[in-house]
């Protein structure tokens, strides 16, 4: 009876393994041992607040590497399940370096409608719900709203950033609705020259 538990359990082990999403390795969990602990190198040293352009900004990790290849596997790939690793260990992140945070409500930064349609998903959104659940803090989905379609922000130079973006963002029905009474926490995947962040601090 035992020894029959024993395969058993076995077997199942076998069964509930699937390729990591990063090196296809089997493994029991969405990314295999060796690229999580990949992963965690890229995180910045525990207090990663950042001052840039008038802008505080709370960074889990630099955008290269390992770090850079999960981003892409989770938009482009369709892997959306790795937000939640991802928004579990930023959320680790800010509770450690922010003990008494102000009253905040997090805002993803949005997609514009036709683009999320097409990924089947906005990560900022998934991130940030990741993010809530294990910080406590309030998410506010809807605060803002994508209302043109930019270009991929990439591709472009400084001037050009700024200018793509001029009045892409507006008011979401819920803070037109009930303006924010605590300050916003704006929540994206990547931040590079500030350019997104700024435009959308001021619809
Ligand atoms: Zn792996």
Not at 52 to 73: E, H, M, P, Q
Not at 115 to 142: I, M, V
Request: charged content about 15%; overall charge positive.
């Amino acid at each position: 009876m035992t020894n029959s538990l024993g395969v058993l359990k076995q077997m199942l082990a076998v069964v509930l393994q699937s390729p990591c999403l990063l090196c296809d390795r089997a493994t029991a969990h969405l990314l295999c041992p060796s690229c999580t602990r990949q992963l965690r190198q890229c995180q910045l040293p525990a207090n990663a607040w950042i001052e840039n352009n008038g802008i505080s900004l709370f960074v889990w990790g630099d955008y290269g590497g390992t770090l850079k290849r999960a981003i892409a596997t989770l938009k482009y790939n369709n892997h959306p399940q790795l937000a939640q690793p991802l928004g579990q260990w930023l959320a680790q992140a800010w509770l450690a370096s922010t003990p008494h945070p102000p009253p905040l409500v997090v805002v993803p930064i949005p997609m514009h409608p036709d683009k999320q349609k097409q990924r089947g998903f906005n990560q900022a959104e998934l991130l940030a719900d990741s993010f809530c659940r294990y910080t406590r803090l309030p998410l506010q989905r809807r605060g803002l709203v994508r209302i043109r379609s930019t270009q991929a922000q990439f591709s472009l130079s400084l001037a050009a950033r700024e200018t793509n973006l001029a009045d892409a963002f507006d008011l979401g029905t819920a803070f037109q609705q009930h303006p924010p009474t605590q300050a916003v926490l704006l929540l994206d995947d990547i931040y590079t020259t500030g350019t997104t962040a700024r435009a959308a601090a001021q619809p």
